[in-house]
């Protein structure tokens, strides 16, 4: 055989790298995949966490002609993840470093007390409970989230507020991802909301969330890892315009 073959060139490049696999447990890699598909799995808009239900304001904004074509909508979209991560990012991040039933009740009891916009204040409480409900069925491996839900169920000192059971939930499975995570089931549910809406198609918006993802990497940069004392609301004109909305048959909020 010549010794410029594809075959001999094969042998001496194996030959010449020295790789040594090291053998992980099975139950590791199991579990490290199995995390993976959990991740992928909250992030999956087929979870009934009730979050299509609301607008983030979008439909008032369109009907006091705020928002009116696509340029529109990402400007809008903008602000609503700049809000986000001011206003909601350091609760996610603190309860997804802290996943416990203590900590977790004073951020919720926190941002009840943050939140003035009764809209708003509905949408997350809404969304919370639902959230927990169906995580603690969902994922019956993690105890923590049924005997959370078992003992704070119909009691009046919590309200189930979104961003901390968001992110309790994400610490329990991988507090590395939360805000990023959160960051893009805003991003998302936004977007599903003015295609429902009529706004823009399911195609456009596909590709205009993909341009606006930029800036949302941005935002979470901008505001990540912050203490809830630093939480603050950047978009006080969204909030007035959330706050006006009024009954629809799509969204609640």
């Known amino acids: 055989m010549e010794s410029g073959s594809p075959v001999s060139k094969k042998s001496r490049l194996f030959r010449s790298v020295d790789c040594e696999m090291e053998e992980v447990p099975s139950n590791a890699v199991d579990m490290n995949l199995s995390l993976h598909w959990t991740q992928w799995q909250i992030l999956d808009s087929i979870l009934p966490t009730g ?3 609301h607008s983030y304001g979008l439909e008032a904004a369109m009907q006091s002609r705020m928002v009116n074509n696509q340029e ?6 903008i602000q609503v993840l700049d809000n986000t991560g001011s206003l ?3 609760f996610v991040y603190c309860a997804s470093k802290s996943p416990d039933a203590a900590a977790w009740v004073r951020l919720d009891q926190l941002l009840e007390a943050t939140l003035t916009n009764e809209v708003a204040r509905k949408a997350s409480t809404s969304q919370g409970s ?3 409900r169906v995580a603690a069925s969902v994922f019956t491996e993690v105890q923590a989230l049924q005997d959370l839900r078992r003992t704070f169920l119909g009691s009046k000192s919590v309200s189930f507020h979104h961003a901390p ?3 309790l939930i994400c610490g329990l499975i991988d507090s590395e991802t939360a805000q990023r995570a959160y960051m893009f089931v805003t991003m998302r549910d936004v977007f599903s909301v003015a295609t429902r809406l009529n706004l823009i198609g399911p195609l456009a918006a596909s590709v205009l969330q993909h341009q606006v993802a930029p800036d949302a990497e941005r935002m979470m940069q901008k ?3 912050r203490d809830i004392s630093a939480a603050s609301q950047t978009a006080p004109l ?3 315009l959330q706050g006006c909305h009024a009954y629809s048959r799509l969204f609640c909020s």
Do not use: C, H, N, T
Request: aromatic residues 16%; proline residues 4%; charged residues 20%.
């Open 130 to 132: 639902a959230l927990l």
């Open 51 to 53: 979050g299509f239900a």
């Open 223 to 225: 505001w990540r890892d």
């Open 165 to 167: 059971i968001f992110g």
């Open 72 to 77: 529109d909508l990402k400007s809008f979209v």
């Open 238 to 240: 969204l909030d007035a």
């Open 88 to 90: 909601l990012l350091p």
